[in-house]
């Protein structure tokens, strides 16, 4: 998959966007149309989809996104393995946003060089918390060789960016998955 920075509106409706179009705060909207939610949950989307997060991601190739989806699920274009969660959009703003970018460039290139590849190891459930909104998490669990080390190497880029106040959340430790529906 591709190294992205993406803006990531609600973890249950994803906004994704290239890390050109990050630069600019656009960002395409990827879930082929509204989801009807409970007014408790609308409320809470439309205060994250006014302050999206921010990611570093590995996106899937569209072959095998589609392999993977489940009815009810997320959508193709949703399927990802986040490497770095660093927060909301305002707490990183756009100078940290900048500051992580050109840490990650060094680290784009090389990956574009050495591509990692890995395999689909099966399928799991986290249970609801907070930082799913209180759904169920079903993945995919995946068998990546490189991709600690490489989430490791952003991690280190990104908290010692210089981007004042953006550290990565350690808030889960990483478990890496892809996640297929809430």
Do not use: C, W
Request: glycine fraction near 10%; hydrophobic fraction near 45%.
């Amino acid at each position: 998959g591709d190294l992205f920075i993406v803006e990531h509106i609600a973890k249950h409706s994803a906004v994704v966007s290239n890390a050109a179009d990050a630069q600019d705060g656009s960002a395409n909207d990827s879930t082929g149309g509204a989801r009807a939610l409970p007014a408790k949950e609308t409320a809470a989307a439309m205060q994250r989809s006014a302050d999206p997060g921010v990611m570093v991601a590995l996106f899937l190739p569209p072959d095998l996104a589609h392999a993977l989806t489940i009815p009810g699920g997320e959508s193709a274009a949703e399927l990802h393995v986040t490497l770095a969660y660093l927060g909301r959009r305002s707490e990183v703003g756009i100078v940290g946003l900048s500051r992580v970018r050109a840490a990650l460039d060094g680290l784009r290139v090389q990956r574009a060089q050495d591509p990692i590849e890995g395999v689909i190891g099966g399928v799991g459930r986290f249970s609801a918390s907070k930082t799913s909104d209180g759904k169920d998490v079903v993945y995919a669990s995946v068998d990546v060789p490189g991709l600690t080390d490489l989430r490791r190497a952003i991690v280190d880029l990104i908290n010692n960016s210089g981007a004042d106040g953006v550290q990565v959340s350690a808030e889960h430790d990483f478990t890496p998955h892809i996640t297929l529906a809430y």
